[in-house]
């Protein structure tokens, strides 16, 4: 949410989207002037530079709208050196104009150059967003194929780096079912991008299909993905000519749950070893304070002690 309100001040003042209320019928004050920072353009003299898909339930809400009580919020435009305008942004609002016939629309023109324009396009369609999207996504990429660097992208959207990072790893490298899930809501992008860090799309495919599936949760993937990459390129030999199974959501849960239990086990084991150790520690103690116990050790010839344990002995010594 952070980044979101940082994104959104960062394209305000990019975009200047602080536009004064107006409609296509109250563009004129009442000498029939138009304000001098808005004009009445052409709608068929736009052209937009980044179109984008939209929410059709959204998007009949802005139509409705501008037809029943006429655009409350003029477009923003630049002027192009041939004639006619670039779109920065209003795509929604312009599309309802041309939906409903209009062929004039209140804009305020921006003298700036058509790759500035692109780039507050751009940041303005992201700050409309959660970067949480698979349409943020595609944005960043965007401003990446417009030759911008990570930090770059993330000082001008108000995003973090590493999340600019994580959602371009994703673009390049995300399997085409975890692209959908995330295009779907289905998913995180945060999520999917652990998932893409894998460079197996059958790893990628499996993590997907246990994570939506409620059997790993967002803090066990990594570990999981690890495993399951382990798995892919150091699984069993094969016979020659027998084809390996293919790589499941459960079977990733399977050697998941069999690796946890063997670090349990681990874990217990340390544990009883520590515990021992201690034991020995204290009881070698006492009986070296033992004067009969010395001479017979002398007599027997036993005058040397494991370096390990007289430095342990020395160490508690020294915390009483």
């Given at each position: 949410m952070k980044d979101h309100d940082s994104l959104a001040k960062g394209a305000a003042a990019v975009a200047d989207p602080e536009a004064p209320a107006v409609s296509g019928t109250e563009a004129a004050d009442a000498d029939g002037r138009v304000p001098s920072d808005i004009e009445m353009i052409p709608v068929e003299s736009i052209r937009v530079l980044n179109p984008r898909f939209r929410n059709r339930k959204?998007?009949?809400?802005?139509?409705t709208s501008i037809s029943e009580v006429g655009l409350k919020k003029p477009i923003t435009v630049c002027p192009r050196k041939e004639g006619g305008y670039d779109l920065v942004c209003g795509q929604g609002r312009l599309d309802a104009c041309r939906q409903l016939g209009q062929t004039m629309v209140p804009a305020i023109i921006k003298q700036v150059s058509t790759e500035d324009a692109l780039l507050m396009s751009l940041v303005e369609n992201i700050a409309r967003r959660k970067p949480t999207t698979m349409e943020t996504v595609r944005q960043l990429a965007l401003l990446r194929e417009r030759g911008y660097r990570e930090a770059?992208?993330?000082?001008?959207?108000?995003?973090?780096?590493?999340?600019?990072?994580?959602?371009l790893h994703l673009y390049d490298h995300g399997e085409e079912r975890l692209l959908a899930a995330v295009e779907a809501g289905r998913i995180a992008v945060a999520t999917a991008a652990v998932i893409a860090r894998s460079e197996h799309g059958e790893v990628q495919r499996a993590l997907l299909e246990a994570f939506?599936?409620?059997?790993?949760?967002?803090?066990?993937?990594?570990?999981?993905?690890?495993?399951?990459?382990?798995?892919?390129?150091?699984g069993r030999v094969r016979a020659p000519g027998k084809k390996s199974a293919p790589l499941t959501g459960e079977a990733v849960v399977r050697a998941f749950q069999r690796e946890r239990q063997k670090q349990r086990q681990a874990l217990k084991k340390a544990q009883l070893c520590?515990?021992?150790?201690?034991?020995?520690?204290?009881?070698?103690?006492?009986?070296?304070?033992?004067?009969?116990?010395?001479?017979?050790?002398?007599?027997?010839?036993?005058?040397?002690?494991?370096?390990?344990?007289a430095e342990k002995i020395r160490e508690e010594d020294g915390h009483e």
């Amino acid at each position: 949410m952070k980044d979101h309100d940082s994104l959104a001040k960062g394209a305000a003042a990019v975009a200047d989207p602080e536009a004064p209320a107006v409609s296509g019928t109250e563009a004129a004050d009442a000498d029939g002037r138009v304000p001098s920072d808005i004009e009445m353009i052409p709608v068929e003299s736009i052209r937009v530079l980044n179109p984008r898909f939209r929410n059709r339930k959204k998007y009949q809400e802005i139509v409705t709208s501008i037809s029943e009580v006429g655009l409350k919020k003029p477009i923003t435009v630049c002027p192009r050196k041939e004639g006619g305008y670039d779109l920065v942004c209003g795509q929604g609002r312009l599309d309802a104009c041309r939906q409903l016939g209009q062929t004039m629309v209140p804009a305020i023109i921006k003298q700036v150059s058509t790759e500035d324009a692109l780039l507050m396009s751009l940041v303005e369609n992201i700050a409309r967003r959660k970067p949480t999207t698979m349409e943020t996504v595609r944005q960043l990429a965007l401003l990446r194929e417009r030759g911008y660097r990570e930090a770059e992208i993330a000082q001008k959207t108000g995003l973090m780096e590493n999340h600019v990072y994580e959602c371009l790893h994703l673009y390049d490298h995300g399997e085409e079912r975890l692209l959908a899930a995330v295009e779907a809501g289905r998913i995180a992008v945060a999520t999917a991008a652990v998932i893409a860090r894998s460079e197996h799309g059958e790893v990628q495919r499996a993590l997907l299909e246990a994570f939506e599936q409620g059997k790993i949760g967002h803090r066990e993937l990594t570990r999981a993905r690890l495993i399951a990459d382990s798995r892919k390129i150091f699984g069993r030999v094969r016979a020659p000519g027998k084809k390996s199974a293919p790589l499941t959501g459960e079977a990733v849960v399977r050697a998941f749950q069999r690796e946890r239990q063997k670090q349990r086990q681990a874990l217990k084991k340390a544990q009883l070893c520590e515990t021992r150790l201690f034991f020995v520690i204290n009881a070698l103690k006492m009986l070296f304070r033992n004067e009969h116990f010395i001479n017979l050790l002398r007599a027997e010839g036993l005058d040397s002690l494991p370096e390990f344990l007289a430095e342990k002995i020395r160490e508690e010594d020294g915390h009483e």
